[in-house]
Every structure is written in structure tokens, then in C-alpha cells.
């Protein structure tokens, strides 16, 4: 039996962060945002103005920079003393994953507002809790899924265009996961079958990013909000998360978490390695030359990475490469494709890859 998992309202658009409070109004009676000093700096007086405006009270907590268990018991003791009923977490991937954590914690009602679209997580109900040391050491989920997810286009549009590139990357491999998923008769995150649902949504992604992103680019580039950049948030803020967690993850998901195990490649972002990822995807299906040649040209013109040398600023070495197909294959996502695969197998799409995209 399949299951559909989603946020339960999500809105959209430039300028909508000066109604944050009135939707955040049916939700409770008291807030507390979680943000960094930067986003605090650029957004908190738009907020503010907004909870005002909706009569309904705000406390800030500023948000340290990474999301640890420790991080998250501090802010939720402080949300506690505050007797918050919502909790929002506003700015990039770590600080809506801290307020995430607080709503877990305490169990209250949650709102996420991304400052830049370069991931499916603002949606998503899944935590990425790191060690001090940055390190990566466990996903968490939350009970209930974010209560509101609230996209200020004009916000993302003035964001570093590679953020929303790397959001490209993210979601351009969705369609071919979630089929990789379903053919694999393999389960999503929450234990059940890959839903009709869940691949329409990753169509629905592709179809947008295909006829958009280009466009899209070139706007964001001059900051300006389009039709086009609308219709790309869409897909990599929302349509993204529902055909990961509706869907399914899988080859290209599993070559983004070797990426971080590679120190050359530090700094750069995750939508970029699941970018990369989709060609070895594709070439361990071995799809048809034309279509990967297709999505390379695409590749090209929008600006996403295509080969190791463009995360690593300088040819891979063996060792490197075995080293990322043997990290790759540790991912639950690469056991979500049939036939299963192993380092061997990943090591030579990945060399293929790199051969291809001359
Ligand atoms: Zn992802």
C-alpha cells in the first residue's frame, strides 16, 4: 500500500515573507525563529514586521551555524522558557534542520522558510544532524512534516546564482531515481511502495527544469524573479521533496554522499554531486547515448558540473575515484537499484562517465 507524504501548505512567491506571520497565525500563538546572524541581518525587520502586523508575538534565537545534538537541545530549552507553540526556521539547509529538530524535540508546529533554493530539504521531514566537527552523523525524522513551507522568490532570486543551480542538480535526477526506485521494487523512506504519486511529481519536476532552468538562470543571474524562476522553485523546492520521499532515492543520491568523503571536493554542494551522480546513474542503466548526451548539452548550458575535474580542480586520481565508488556504495540509496551494484561497478560508470563528457 503506498503512502503520501507531504508538507501540508506551501506558499510561494515574491514577497510573500511580508505574510509570514498571517500564515503563520492559524498554526499557534506563539513563535521563536531560529536563523543565523546573516539571514538576521537581511530578513529578521521583514519579520518582525510581519508578526506585528498579525498581532501575534515572535522571539528570535540566533543559530550558531551547525546542527548539532547539542545545538538543538540548547535552542529547544530556549523555545521551552519562551512557551513557543510554533517554531520557524529561516535561512539555509542547517538552520531549518535546527528548528526541525526543536519542533521534534518539543513536538510543536513548524515553518520553514529557505533563503536559498539549493536542496529538496526545506520541505522534506528529514534532519541532517552533524558532530562539531562538520561531520555528517545521522538523518533524524521529524514526527509530522514542516506545518508550513513559505518560498520567497525575491529572496531566492538575490541569492548566489550557484545555490540555485545546485537546487537544479538536486531535483534534475529525481524522474530517473524514482524509476530506478520502482523498477528495483525497492521501498521509500516511509517503508512503503514508490507511488503514482511520487513519479508524477518526479516528471512533473523534470518536465519544469527542462523548460525553465535556462531562462531561469539567466534571471536569477540579474537577480530578477520571472515566470521562470517561479515555475524552477517550484520544482526544486516542492516537486523535489515529494518525488524523493513519495519516490524514492537512488545511484545518483548514493554518489553524492562519496562526494564528502573526497577532502579535494570540500566546498562544494550536494545538488552539484547529485548532478554528477545522474550520469553515473544513467550509464549504469546504460541508457541510450542520445539521452545522455542530451542532458550533458543541458548540463552545459545551464552550468552544472559534468566531470570530476569541476569539483576537484584538477583530474581525479585512481585512487580518488575508487575511493568515491567505494564510499557510494555504502549509501542505502545505491542498494535501491536493480541489478545491485558494488565498487567495481561504480568505479567503471564513473570512469565512463569521465570519458563521455570530454
Ligand atoms: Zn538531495
Redo the contacts with the bound molecule.
Keep these: 500500500m503506498p503512502i503520501f507524504a507531504a508538507t501540508p501548505r506551501y506558499v510561494q512567491g515574491a514577497e510573500v515573507l511580508s505574510s509570514l506571520g498571517r500564515h503563520t497565525a492559524v498554526l499557534g500563538e506563539r513563535s521563536v525563529l531560529v536563523a543565523d546572524g546573516i539571514v538576521l541581518e537581511l530578513l529578521a525587520g521583514k519579520i518582525s514586521t510581519s508578526f506585528a502586523e498579525a498581532n501575534m508575538p515572535l522571539e528570535i534565537l540566533r543559530f550558531q551555524g551547525e546542527v548539532t545534538h547539542a545545538e538543538i537541545a540548547s535552542l529547544a530549552a530556549r523555545a521551552k522558557a519562551s512557551k513557543a507553540d510554533v517554531i520557524i526556521g529561516a535561512g539555509g539547509g542547517k538552520a531549518l534542520d535546527a528548528a526541525k529538530g526543536v519542533a521534534r524535540t518539543l513536538n510543536l508546529r513548524m515553518v520553514s522558510v529557505p533563503t536559498v533554493a539549493s536542496?529538496?530539504?526545506p520541505a522534506s521531514a528529514s534532519i541532517a544532524v552533524y558532530d562539531a566537527n562538520h561531520v555528517m552523523v545521522e538523518v533524524q525524522q521529524m514526527k509530522r512534516h514542516p506545518d508550513l513551507v513559505l518560498v520567497d522568490t525575491a529572496v531566492i532570486a538575490s541569492a548566489p546564482l550557484r545555490f540555485f543551480l545546485a537546487g537544479i542538480g538536486?531535483a534534475i535526477s529525481k524522474k530517473f531515481e524514482a524509476e530506478a526506485c520502482a523498477k528495483a521494487g525497492a521501498l521509500t523512506l516511509f517503508g512503503a511502495p514508490v507511488s503514482f504519486t511520487g513519479i508524477a511529481s518526479a516528471n512533473a519536476c523534470y518536465q519544469l527544469l527542462r523548460t525553465h532552468a535556462k531562462p531561469a538562470v539567466d534571471d536569477v543571474r540579474q537577480q530578477r524573479v520571472s515566470s521562470h524562476v517561479e515555475a524552477v522553485v517550484e520544482a526544486t523546492v516542492l516537486l523535489?521533496t515529494l518525488s524523493?520521499e513519495n519516490g524514492g532515492?537512488s545511484i545518483a543520491?548514493a554518489i553524492?554522499r562519496g562526494f564528502s568523503h573526497l577532502p579535494r571536493a570540500a566546498n562544494t554542494l550536494?545538488?552539484e554531486h547529485?548532478a554528477y551522480g545522474l550520469l553515473v546513474q544513467l550509464v549504469l542503466e546504460q541508457r541510450d547515448a542520445t539521452l545522455v548526451e542530451d542532458l550533458l548539452a543541458f548540463y552545459d548550458d545551464v552550468g552544472l558540473p559534468s566531470r570530476l575535474v569541476h569539483f576537484l580542480r584538477d583530474q581525479p586520481t585512481q585512487e580518488e575515484i575508487s575511493l568515491l565508488a567505494e564510499q557510494s556504495v555504502l549509501s542505502p540509496s545505491a542498494a535501491r537499484f536493480s541489478p545491485q551494484v558494488d565498487a567495481q561497478l561504480l568505479c567503471n560508470a564513473i570512469i565512463s562517465v569521465e570519458a563521455l563528457s570530454k
Design positions: 536542496n529538496d530539504g538536486d523535489s524523493f532515492l543520491h553524492a550536494h545538488g547529485v
